[in-house]
C-alpha cells in the first residue's frame, strides 16, 4: 500500500468518525428508533467508487470499532457492526452487477444497514414484533440513501482527478 | 439516475409503504403494556392506571399517564436516536419502545388479545 494511500484512508476513517458523531448530535424527528441519515455511509460510497472494496471494508470496520470504544459499548458495537456488514455486503454486490448507479447501491446499503440492525434487535429481545419497525425503516433509509447515494455521485464525479 | 435505480427505489418505497399501512390499519386501542427481557414476561401493566415502574431490577423506567406509556429513565449509554427514553409514547396495540441494550421490549396489548391473562 501506498503513503499517499495509507494517508488518505486514515483520513477516510477519521471523516467517517466525525460523520457519526455528528449524526448522533441531530436530534430525532419520528419517535422511531434508527431512523438516519446515515453520513458515515457517504465515505463508504464514495470510497467504494473511488478506491475499491477491501479498502472500503476496512475502514467501515475500523470505524464501527472506533466509533463503539468511544461512544458506546460492547453491546453497541455487536449492533453496528450486523447494520455495516450486510450494508457494504449489498452495496459491494450491486456495484458488482454495474447494473445500477451508485444512488441506487447507497440506497440498497442504507436500507440493508436498517434491517441488519432489527434483525441484531429481534435476536438479542428475543421479540420477533421488534420487526414492526421495519417498514418505517425501509422508507427512511431509501429516503436517506438517495440523498447520500446523490452526494456520493457529485463527489466522485467531482474528484476524478484524484487517484488513489 | 439510471431508470433501473428509480424502479428499484420506487419497488422499496411501495413495500414500505404498503406494510406500514397495513400495520397502521391494524393497530387498536390498547389495555395492558407487557415488558419483555430476552423474550421472558417479567411484568404486566395496566394502561388505565398511572404509574411509575422500575423495570428489569432498575435498568428502566417507566411511566404510564393518561393512558400511554413511555420510558422516562435507562441505564444505558447509547448515542442518540435510538435510546428508549426517546422513542415516545405508546398506546395502541402492537406499539412497543425496544431498550435494545437491555433486551427490554415493553409492548401494548388489547383487552382481548387472547394470549394476554388478566393477572390479579
Not at chain 1, 1 to 10: D, E, N, Q
Not at chain 1, 25 to 49: D, E
Not at chain 2, 91 to 111: D, H, P, Q
Request: contains cysteine; charged residues 15%.
Amino acid at each position: 500500500m501506498k503513503t499517499k494511500k495509507v494517508a488518505f484512508l486514515g483520513l477516510s476513517i477519521a471523516l467517517a468518525m466525525i460523520l457519526s458523531f455528528v449524526e448522533s448530535q441531530i436530534p430525532a424527528l419520528v419517535a422511531i428508533p434508527g431512523i438516519k441519515v446515515g453520513l458515515p455511509n457517504l465515505v463508504m460510497v464514495f470510497l467504494l467508487y473511488k478506491v475499491g472494496w477491501k479498502e472500503t471494508v476496512i475502514v467501515s470496520i475500523i470505524r464501527v470499532a472506533l466509533v463503539s470504544m468511544l461512544f458506546g459499548n460492547v453491546q453497541t458495537m455487536a449492533f453496528s457492526i450486523a447494520g455495516a456488514v450486510l450494508s457494504l455486503t449489498g452495496m459491494i454486490l450491486l456495484k458488482k452487477l454495474e447494473l445500477f448507479s451508485c444512488i441506487a447501491v447507497s440506497v440498497v446499503g442504507g436500507v440493508l444497514h436498517n434491517v441488519g440492525q432489527i434483525a441484531m434487535a429481534c435476536l438479542v429481545t428475543q421479540t420477533i414484533g421488534v420487526a414492526t419497525y421495519l417498514p418505517v425503516l425501509l422508507i427512511s433509509g431509501t429516503v436517506a440513501g438517495v440523498v447520500i447515494g446523490l452526494i456520493g455521485g457529485m463527489l466522485v464525479k467531482r474528484l476524478d482527478k484524484f487517484k488513489f | 439516475m439510471k431508470k433501473r435505480d428509480l424502479i428499484l427505489i420506487v419497488a422499496i418505497l411501495a413495500i414500505g409503504l404498503l406494510s406500514w399501512g397495513a400495520l397502521e390499519l391494524a393497530k387498536e386501542e390498547g389495555a395492558y403494556v407487557v415488558v419483555t427481557v430476552a423474550g421472558e414476561e417479567v411484568a404486566r401493566y395496566s394502561l388505565a392506571e398511572d404509574g411509575e415502574y422500575e423495570l428489569n431490577g432498575g435498568t428502566n423506567i417507566l411511566k404510564i399517564e393518561n393512558g400511554e406509556a413511555y420510558m422516562v429513565w435507562a441505564n444505558c449509554p447509547t448515542l442518540g436516536k435510538t435510546r428508549c427514553t426517546h422513542q415516545g409514547k405508546i398506546s395502541r396495540t402492537t406499539e412497543k419502545i425496544t431498550c435494545r441494550i437491555n433486551k427490554l421490549v415493553v409492548t401494548v396489548y388489547g383487552a382481548e388479545d387472547p394470549d394476554v391473562e388478566l393477572i390479579g
